[in-house]
């Protein structure tokens, strides 16, 4: 008996409210603003910009300004003070750990009971439901899922509150039922010592039926790749006969694509995009043809878009969901049940589909190259080291770009630090490729690199192997939602890892 066919009949009702998404898609987001402003009124928050008398989004956006986190963090840390009904009126008792990317002051994001039922745990459960209509004959329920998240501490000392990854927040107050079809068991998801907890997941999963996986690619791979040393086997259905599907986020999947296949050869394996990030659960992939994610538009999350061009302006422009242009990209802000308020969280994204909202990511605000304004974003990139490998027979583990203002010679160019699973036939034809394709998909790029008058060819340094490994471990960020910045303005970075790169 297949128990996946009795089981997902549940999930049948969700399916058809999340169908209404293609037609009904302002009036959801409407309801959902309604809402948020009305539970937070009496908050010291609500009270300052008088949430009682807003009627619609133009009120809305007109009291409110866009805020980032130096704007909320005198609130962020009176609430982790012990304060209450500051941004919402429930008990904030957990904050998730969030660097962004690898900068090294962290940030300290609030999380309410509301917003780990309502956002965090129903996109879980979406996210399957939506699976179980790609793949009608999945077995989903026949083994165990397993899920690699971080871990968490107690708050300024205080055992009643925590503080640590979102994934950890969620492992440690996740429902029983739940833990009865999660492996590994609480005591070891929750390790805080990065590789330790590797071994100890591999050591107890590997005699499990696991039949799905949960996490970031990157570490995903390097657990995957532990199992399989251990084991001695080629691939990892080999270990796991049932795994069927890998729901993946945090970092892009293409420059992973190609090692996946290596480790997991099934024909039947399904890789599912989800977008979970510590702010909130924001997309979900419906359709494994289609790269973009189906926005998550009916949780305790009110989206607004401001316009790329907008973004560091004193007054910047933004839109609802119903005005934004297909295309375009835009950085994301929104309005959630844990009291961030026009919160920008620092990714950008690209319309391809209204009806539904379908979307891409397609960078960070703070994570471009724009030095000789030239404007390549994290998306172009991902493009370019595609089409490289392709043509290369190459496989990129892991890469960071940033430019050279002037040299010696007083050139200026585009630096990329690769670490490579598999070297191209010929770094310099790879190159070449990367930057021919940058010209391709980046008109801006394409006339700076006008007859080398501005730009330089690019240049491509190959990294040592476990170079972005040990520059994490380093800094102390290994594991959890920890990432390498793929782009950056400045050569901070870049000069740390070409350092760490002579050991």
């Known amino acids: 008996m297949n128990i996946t066919k009795i089981i997902k009949q549940a999930f049948n009702s969700r399916l058809k409210e999340i169908d209404l998404y293609a037609s009904q898609a302002g009036e959801i987001q409407h309801r959902v603003m309604t809402r948020l402003v009305t539970q937070a009124a009496n908050t010291e ?40 009904n500051l941004l919402w009126p429930s008990e904030i008792r957990w904050f998730a750990k969030s660097s962004g990317t690898t900068n090294d002051k962290s940030k300290f994001l609030p999380v309410s009971k509301e917003a780990l039922q309502d956002i965090h745990y129903r996109g879980g459960k979406d996210a399957a439901a939506l699976y179980f209509r790609i793949n009608p004959d999945s077995r989903f329920f026949s083994g165990k899922g397993l899920i690699l998240g971080g871990s968490h501490s107690p708050n300024l000392n205080s055992n009643h509150s925590l503080v640590g990854d979102l994934s950890a927040i969620l492992i440690q107050n996740v429902s029983p039922l739940i833990n009865l079809i999660r492996v590994p068991s609480k005591k070891i998801a929750l390790m805080s ?257 006008w007859k080398d008058i501005a730009l330089q060819p690019l240049e491509v340094i190959v990294a040592r192997k476990g170079l972005f490994h040990d520059w994490l471990a380093k800094k102390g960020k290994l594991g959890g939602q920890h990432k390498i910045p793929r782009l950056s303005n400045t050569r901070e970075y870049i000069e740390e890892m070409l350092e760490l790169n002579k050991a």
């Not at 009682?52 to 989004?57: G, Q």
């Not at 039949?211 to 790749?225: A, D, F, Q, R, Y």
């Not at 959630?336 to 308020?341: V, Y």
């Not at 370019?384 to 190459?394: D, H, N, Q, R």
Request: contains cysteine; hydrophobic residues 35%.
């Open 193 to 449: 010592e990065w590789e330790s907890k590797i071994e100890a997941i591999a050591n107890s999963t590997i005699p499990v039926n696991v039949t799905n996986l949960s996490g970031v690619p990157s570490w995903m791979l390097v657990l995957i790749k532990n199992i399989l040393q251990k084991t001695g086997k080629q691939s990892l259905e080999e270990v796991w006969p049932n795994l069927e599907v890998f729901f993946h986020g945090g970092v892009a999947f293409n420059p992973y694509r190609e090692q996946y296949k290596q480790v997991i050869q099934s024909p039947k394996m399904h890789y599912v995009e989800t977008y979970n990030a510590s702010e909130g659960y924001f997309g979900t992939q419906n359709d494994l043809s289609d790269p973009a994610m189906l926005l998550m538009i009916d949780y305790g999350i009110f989206y607004e878009f401001m316009p790329l061009e907008e973004v560091g302006k004193e007054f910047p422009r933004t839109c609802c969901l119903e005005e934004v242009e297909l295309n375009k990209n835009y950085a994301m802000i929104i309005s959630t049940s844990c009291g961030l308020w026009r919160y920008m969280i620092g990714d950008t994204v690209k319309f391809t589909s209204k009806n539904p909202y379908k979307f891409i990511i397609t960078g960070r605000t703070k994570h471009f190259i724009n030095a000789f304004g030239e404007e390549l974003i994290v998306d172009n990139a991902e493009k370019g080291l595609i089409k490289a490998c392709a043509m290369t027979g190459a496989q990129v583990s892991d890469y960071s770009a940033a430019p050279v203002f002037m040299d010696e010679h007083a050139k200026c160019r585009h630096q990329w630090l690769i670490e490579f699973a598999k070297m191209p036939d010929s770094i310099e034809n790879f190159a070449a490729i990367l930057d021919t394709t940058l010209k391709e998909v980046n008109s801006d790029y394409e006339a700076k690199r």
């Open 45 to 84: 928050w609500g009270k300052k910009y008088d949430y009682k008398s807003i009627r619609n989004y133009e009120d809305f956006k007109s009291r409110i300004p866009v805020q980032t986190y130096e704007e909320i963090k005198p609130y962020v840390e009176r609430l982790r003070a012990g304060e209450q």
